[in-house]
């Protein structure tokens, strides 16, 4: 009963997730609209510098949001640094930075940088199971298991689908499929959907 009132809540908090990132997708549109407004004001006052600067840092801000969306849809390690990339050229590009303050701000964004090109992780892991989204692309996967995968479709969660189809297998969670060689597990889905696959030793 436990196990199946946590499901319903983390069930829940995913359409909540969904609904709130609706929320915030039809406040950009409106905001937008803004910016168009903005931009035939600036056209009027030859465009002058201050209300450029003005424009670009909301422009910036609609960005930022878009990426958030993509964050919380997502649910990836990469979407968190690619939202904290735009954030940080944001404030460089457009608020006035002193020459430490500048340089604090190129350094941030460098070790995003080399996170993202050596440290970086689909999902959290431990020694024996690495658990991922099924959004992540196949040659990210190819990377960080330096292992081939078939290329039956751009993502991991793709490919386990089309291998049920081709096996005649119903997509389930606890599943265990074969992708030449590497055996990856159904951790969750919803509606249908696969969620989170998780790569699994041969002796499990």
């Given at each position: 009963m436990r196990v199946g009132f946590r499901n319903h809540l983390l069930r829940w908090s995913i359409y909540m997730e969904v609904f709130l990132s609706f929320l915030l997708l039809i406040g950009i549109v409106v905001a937008a609209g803004g910016l168009v407004v903005n931009l035939y004001g600036?056209?009027?006052?030859?465009?002058?510098?201050?209300?450029?600067?003005?424009?670009?840092?909301?422009?910036?801000?609609?960005?930022?949001?878009?990426?958030?969306?993509?964050?919380?849809?997502?649910?990836?390690?990469?979407?968190?640094?690619?939202?904290?990339?735009?954030?940080l050229a944001r404030k460089l590009i457009v608020t006035e930075q002193d020459t430490l303050g500048f340089l604090i701000g190129i350094v941030a964004i460098a070790g995003l940088f080399l996170i993202r090109k050596y440290l970086f992780v689909?999902?959290?892991?431990?020694?024996?199971?690495?658990?991922?989204?099924?959004?992540?692309?196949?040659?990210?996967?190819?990377?960080?298991?330096?292992?081939?995968?078939?290329?039956?479709?751009?993502?991991?969660?793709?490919?386990?689908?089309?291998?049920?189809?081709?096996?005649?297998?119903?997509?389930?969670?606890?599943?265990?499929?074969?992708?030449?060689?590497?055996?990856?597990?159904?951790?969750r889905m919803e509606d249908g959907i696969i969620q989170v696959l998780e790569f699994i030793e041969d002796h499990e």
């Amino acid at each position: 009963m436990r196990v199946g009132f946590r499901n319903h809540l983390l069930r829940w908090s995913i359409y909540m997730e969904v609904f709130l990132s609706f929320l915030l997708l039809i406040g950009i549109v409106v905001a937008a609209g803004g910016l168009v407004v903005n931009l035939y004001g600036l056209a009027r006052n030859g465009g002058n510098t201050d209300s450029f600067q003005k424009f670009l840092g909301s422009m910036m801000a609609l960005i930022i949001a878009l990426e958030l969306i993509k964050m919380i849809v997502q649910n990836t390690a990469g979407s968190a640094i690619e939202v904290l990339l735009f954030a940080l050229a944001r404030k460089l590009i457009v608020t006035e930075q002193d020459t430490l303050g500048f340089l604090i701000g190129i350094v941030a964004i460098a070790g995003l940088f080399l996170i993202r090109k050596y440290l970086f992780v689909a999902e959290f892991s431990n020694d024996r199971r690495m658990v991922i989204s099924a959004g992540l692309s196949v040659a990210e996967a190819e990377k960080m298991i330096k292992k081939p995968l078939p290329r039956l479709a751009s993502t991991l969660g793709g490919v386990v689908a089309q291998i049920a189809k081709d096996e005649n297998r119903q997509l389930q969670e606890g599943e265990v499929y074969d992708c030449q060689g590497v055996k990856l597990r159904i951790n969750r889905m919803e509606d249908g959907i696969i969620q989170v696959l998780e790569f699994i030793e041969d002796h499990e």
